[in-house]
């Protein structure tokens, strides 16, 4: 009875779905009577022409109206089928209605467009009663065929044998009953029930039943082995995924669920990856087909990622992956890839593919197995890998849509070199500046890795530039990403094998080698350029290709020379990009010269000695650490000077800030290696030496603002006042702070003038004071103004530690206490400080050193009444007061008679 029930429903649905086909044709059929016979006016009233059509069909002339009428009738034959309605059939469920509501034609522009509007809201009835009972009918046909199955188990009515046999009648049934009502001319006749498609729905059912049944007589009942029931699933599989050709994605989708699941489904004792993976390449090439004939890109990135997963899953979780299926599957990926789901219009549809992400990604990691895995290193795994590392390349060349490709294989051929370096197991040992440990890892002989470098270098070089020139004038993302794995993969692997096998200190071999490249690729990134519309712009491409050279050439050089000299040659090269700005505009050039600053920065931070500590000589200043130092900054000076007269732009002030940089850092090396005796390590700093720096760092301000009045730069001005910023910093915190010898009882030397004080104290205080004159009108108020600030602070500690030291001798430590003359001798010089002070503000017109003076001044009043007053007695107490008052009694004289002359200027002035 049940049977029954389900047999009847069907025939129901197609005797509604072919009454509904029959309603619909003789609608439009009215609806063309009705504009050849009443023509409705705009205002909704009928016009002449319906009064001259209904007398013209009563007059003698009314046979034009009946072959009017007639011609009518043949414009819609009452033929079961339409031309019309069988290509909205074959179309599915996403083809749009071929027909229109008939009133519309009645009806008014505003009527019509309301309609519209009113029937694409959201109906909660069209919902329930299309799209809702068709799915949930559907569902109900598929669990029907599964509790049929089970209640004639647990009845016991049938036999296995018989139950298989209905559940499989069911399946072709439903397949069958939708394919027929599809035949009969069905179509959505509902807006927005395009999801409610009845022949998809039964046709997806039937599969659901088949794939149960197959699954059953296997795994249950084990009527038919494994090999059959591979192939009957497999064959259900792929004709659901044929059948979505007139019934839509989503059964397209359900079909290759099920033929991915099918090997998970049916297990073997003895598994043949070539089976599976065989298999798997029909499933995919049929679904590569079918989706490139409707352009279902979702449909075949669901097929590439599951045959991705599969092919995970093997390398996972095989004893011993077979490369040689491994080598298969991914070529067959690529072939589908390229030859089918590309392989169609590949001029319309240029540009980037998102499908081919997927196909990306699980190629790119079985080739990195294929390199890396040691099982396969005896077996040419790695030659298999290069075979797919090519077929990857070569897709993207004939295919350039699928561009992910390349970056999977880049990427793959990259991480395996990179694996074999002794940098995958290094450890570097930082307080040391050159201290590797390595440890050799290689899964394949010397010779032959070598020999597969060579052969993916060259690859990657070739297709790279080829590929770039062929597609710079048209496509900026392909030339661009061409280029730049041209480039870096051949760079890479020439290091890898260098660094594996090759002399890490000096190897001319591959030197040689990295010099080759530095020729081709600048001679590439030439010729890229000669294509480029314009010509010889300089894009992306061309500026990749240009880079990979400047690598090139760090990488030969440090192949080829010991420390010293690549650290120098380094700095030095910077010049050639530069000139080369005479002949060519790219704008990679200028950077490629800030590129040598990095690199030579990068150098000095890993070994400042240049050579090596124990290399250094400790001879003052004629060692290593001049050229190492003076070489770079002159290049980089020279390198600025140039672009500054071609192309003037932001590498030229990196170039500038590189230069004053490395003369800074050259002079401070060469203190600090002459102030330790020719060893340069991480030992405290001395005041001398800190004194010696905050000197270099105040001449370097001076400089540079002397470099920027003649030629104007931003990195010069505000690198003079980043220079004077620190110095005053530096005076602060270290000469008045933490490295003054009352703090520290530093040695201030036996020399009575020239000694600690005078390098530390009394020298920064005239540099500073100095260049705070130098600077006025030239740079901001307030760094002239600090500038003299820190010249007054630094001569007034010269002049009240020189009277300690006076007292005290070589170390002024304060633990050492203060006598009477000691304390008063203090009063006396602050107040003289103060009265310099007034007058040299008064005659350079220096308003910061009037408020030093007065705050000085201040300073030794407060110092009179509140300690001397207690400490000192007799007639030092008598002094102090005598002086004091004398000193601030002429200060007030001086005072008003520059107040005096100021009125009588002005009257001059206002004469003249």
Known sequence: MDIFSIVGFVVLLVIVARQRSQLARIERELGALRQLIVPTAADGTQGSAEVA????????????????????????????VSEDEATEATAGPWAQAATEDVSAVSEPAGANDAKTAETKKPDIETALGTRWAVWVGGVALALGGLFLVRYSIEAGIFGPGVRLAMAAILGVVLTGAGEFIRRTGFKVPIEGAGGAYIPAILTAAGAFTLFGTVYAAHGIYGFIGPSVAFVLL??????????????????????????????????????????????????????????????WSLLMAAAFTGVGLWIVLYMVEAPMPGFGVLVFINLVVLAVLGLVWLGSEPEARAGFDLVSIAPAIFVAAATLVLFAEPRFADLGGPWSAALVVAAMIGTVAFRPQALPILYGAALATLFAFLKITPLAEASIDLSGYATVDTMPVTVVSDGEMIRIGIVLGLLFLCAGLWSARRHVATSL?????????AAAVPLVIAMSLWVTFGDIDRDFAYATVALALLAILAIGGEWIAKAEEPSLTGGPAVSFALAGAGLATVLMLHMAFGSALTTILLG????????????????????????????????????????????????????????????????????????????????????????ALFALLGVAMLVRHAMHGGVIDDGPVTLAEQAIYTLITLGAGAILISIDMRSPSSVLRYGSLIAGVLSALTIVSQHLGILNPLFTDESTGRIPVFNLLFLAYLLPAAAAGALAYYARGKRPKWYSAMLALMG??????????????????????????????????????????????????????????????????????????????????GVLRALSFIGLGAVLIGIGLFYQRLLARAPQRESASGKG
């Open 477 to 485: 993302a392909q030339s661009a990403s061409w280029a730049a794995w």
């Open 53 to 80: 059509g209904s007398v013209a069909a009563l007059s003698p002339s009314g046979r034009e109206a009946d072959e009017t009428m007639a011609a009518g009738q043949e414009e819609f034959p009452r033929t079961p």
């Open 234 to 295: 497999g064959l259900v599989g792929v004709a659901t995924i044929a059948a979505a050709l007139v019934h839509g994605q989503a059964l397209a989708g359900i079909g290759l669920l099920g033929a991915l699941a099918t090997p998970i489904l049916i297990s073997s004792q003895s598994p043949s990856p070539w089976t599976l993976f065989g298999y798997l390449a029909v499933v995919l090439a049929a679904t590569g087909f079918i989706a490139r004939i409707r352009r």
């Open 572 to 659: 030095a090269a910077a010049v050639v990009p530069a000139l080369a700005t005479r002949w060519r505009s790219y704008p990679v050039l200028g950077w490629l010269a800030v590129g040598a600053v990095v690199a030579v920065l990068a150098r000095i931070a890993f070994d400042p000695t240049i050579v090596g500590a124990e290399f250094l000589s400790r001879t003052p200043v004629f060692n290593w650490l001049l050229p190492g130092y003076a070489v770079p900054a002159l290049a980089f000076g020279f390198a600025a000077w140039q672009l500054a007269r071609t192309t003037n732009g932001r590498p030229r002030l990196a170039m500038e800030a590189g230069a």
């Open 792 to 873: 007054a602070l630094l001569a007034f500690a010269y002049a009240s530690l020189s009277v300690r030291r006076f007292f005290k001798g070589e170390f002024i430590g304060l633990w050492s206490g203060m006598g009477q003359v000691e304390t008063y001798s203090y009063s006396a010089l602050w107040l003289l400080l103060g009265v310099v002070l007034l007058v040299v503000g008064v005659r350079v017109g220096s308003y910061v050193l009037r408020v030093a003076s007065a705050a000085l001044i201040a300073i030794a009043v407060l110092k009179v009444f509140l300690f001397d007053m207690s400490e000192l007695e």
